[in-house]
């Protein structure tokens, strides 16, 4: 059985001792709900993997409460503590160096030398980290290369019965995962498009980010298909074709729309919800064309992964 917790002091409570007994529990944040383990326990790690069925050459975020606990875990360095002052706690990953101590599983950093590591801001996530005292691993909790989690229903669909607990604060803010800037090369390099557009992290580094294409996977979310619904996705779509259902955007109306005002901002906290929606009707999907800037580019990014080759 799968408990269902509420954001209650209560509820805060009972996902952290389970955190502590090795246990699995779908936190909300205010990206998409992740599935949370011990990140220095490698058994609760373990099943993360075996509940998404997740490839284990794909490596984790840690979520810890502060600045303070990131250092504990990654080499800091001047760049790190700039963007770490400008964008955290939020949705923002970085990848940084391992420091010689960190007692992480090797699980969580697929056996690399560096670590992805985030403070989150949704309220819940931070008081449960805070109550747990250390990292915590959480990927998207949703079965592996799937539509992201945005609710604990979309939670319950995918892994009832996997997991141990889902905290219940109803859908994420942002909706879209955390944008992760790599900082283990000699300039910051941008390796997933996310919740921080692209434009405020250059405007906060006063220099462009590096591309990641054909890069290593270093970090989540680098997988050519992911995100994706049970039926195929086409994009750029001006209208259906007779056996297509039609994912609209401003002007391009649909059978149900990311925006009907051409509001990114809302389009990328109801994607995941309306790509659900239109998956359960088991059709091809077709998606009206997206501005590719600010949180568009994010968009872009999950859609473009989500309509790839499977």
């Not at 990140?39 to 840690?62: C, D, H, Q, T, W």
């Not at 420091?99 to 090797?106: A, D, E, F, K, P």
């Not at 890069?215 to 992911?226: E, K, V």
Request: proline share 7%; hydrophobic share 45%; with cysteine.
């Amino acid at each position: 059985m799968t408990e269902i917790l509420c954001p209650d002091p209560a509820g805060n409570a009972r996902a952290a001792l389970l955190l502590q007994q090795g246990g699995l529990v779908a936190l909300p944040t205010e990206t998409v709900y992740g599935l949370g383990a011990d990140a220095r326990n490698s058994a609760a790690v373990a099943r993360i993997y075996e509940a998404k069925g997740r490839p284990s050459f794909n490596p984790l975020i840690i979520h810890v409460a502060d600045v303070a606990q990131a250092r504990r875990y990654a080499r800091w360095s001047d760049l790190a503590q700039n963007l770490a002052d400008g964008f955290w706690p939020g949705p923002l990953t970085l990848v940084l160096p391992l420091t010689s101590h960190h007692g992480l599983s090797s699980l969580v950093t697929a056996g690399l030398d560096s670590v992805a590591i985030r403070v989150p801001a949704h309220p819940t996530a931070r008081a449960i980290l805070e109550r747990f005292g250390g990292p915590v691993a959480a990927p998207s909790a949703n079965p592996s290369g799937k539509i992201s989690a945005t609710t604990a229903a979309h939670v319950r669909n995918g892994l009832d019965g996997r997991i141990d607990a889902i905290v219940d604060d109803g859908p994420s803010a942002v909706g879209l995962e955390s944008t992760i800037i790599g900082l283990t090369a000699r300039h910051p390099l941008l390796l997933r498009a996310g919740g921080v557009s692209v434009e405020a992290i250059e405007a906060r580094l006063g220099s462009a980010l590096d591309s990641a294409n054909g890069a290593d996977i270093i970090a989540p979310g680098q997988l050519a298909s992911h995100y994706a619904p049970h039926a195929s996705v086409r994009l750029n779509a001006t209208k259906a074709e007779p056996d297509e259902v039609m994912l609209g955007f401003a002007d391009i109306a649909g059978d149900i729309s990311l925006s009907t005002t051409g509001n990114l901002t809302e389009a990328a906290a109801c994607l995941f919800d309306r790509l659900h929606e239109l998956d359960a009707l088991r059709k091809p999907i077709a998606v009206a064309p997206i501005p590719n800037h600010g949180l568009g580019r994010a968009i872009n990014d999950r859609l473009r992964r989500a309509a790839a080759p499977r």
